[in-house]
């Protein structure tokens, strides 16, 4: 199975920054699409972000363009998120993703990764 370790969540005032790492532990990480979900109180869990294997195409949800940017370093089997300009509309635990099928692009579905973090909480203040 694959484990993976998120880091760097917490509390921050709106207009801030944070910087996410999820640690894979498998030694075929690059086999794998990696994503960014967050789910708020009383909400379904949604999309953030997604990278492809190589790291070449990355998709966003329209809420985070701009201002969120993913990126994974293969040789160090880990995946982050940068989180900039956030907003208290940002508040919600974040999870890491595995995503393992052959794609030509990223999939925004919850149901098509694998494998999840255990979350890490993100508190945004105004």
């Known amino acids: 199975q694959v484990q993976l370790v998120e880091s760097g969540g917490g509390l921050v005032q709106a207009g801030g920054s944070l910087r996410f790492s999820c640690a894979a532990s498998?030694?075929?990480?690059?086999?794998?699409?990696m994503g960014w979900f967050r789910q708020a109180p009383g909400k379904e869990r949604e999309f953030v972000a997604a990278?492809?294997?190589?790291?070449?195409?990355?998709q966003y949800a329209d809420s985070v363009k701009c201002r969120f940017t993913i990126s994974r370093d293969n040789a160090k089997n880990t995946v982050y998120l940068q989180m900039n300009s956030l907003k208290p509309e940002d508040t919600a635990v974040y999870y890491c993703?595995?995503?393992?099928?052959?794609?030509?692009?990223?999939?925004?579905?919850?149901?098509?990764?694998?494998?999840w973090g255990q979350g890490t909480q993100v508190s945004v203040s105004s």
């Open positions: 993703a595995a995503e393992p099928n052959v794609r030509t692009t990223v999939t925004m579905r919850r149901e098509d990764y694998a494998y």
């Open positions: 498998v030694l075929t990480f690059s086999s794998y699409s």
């Open positions: 990278i492809s294997r190589s790291g070449s195409y990355r």
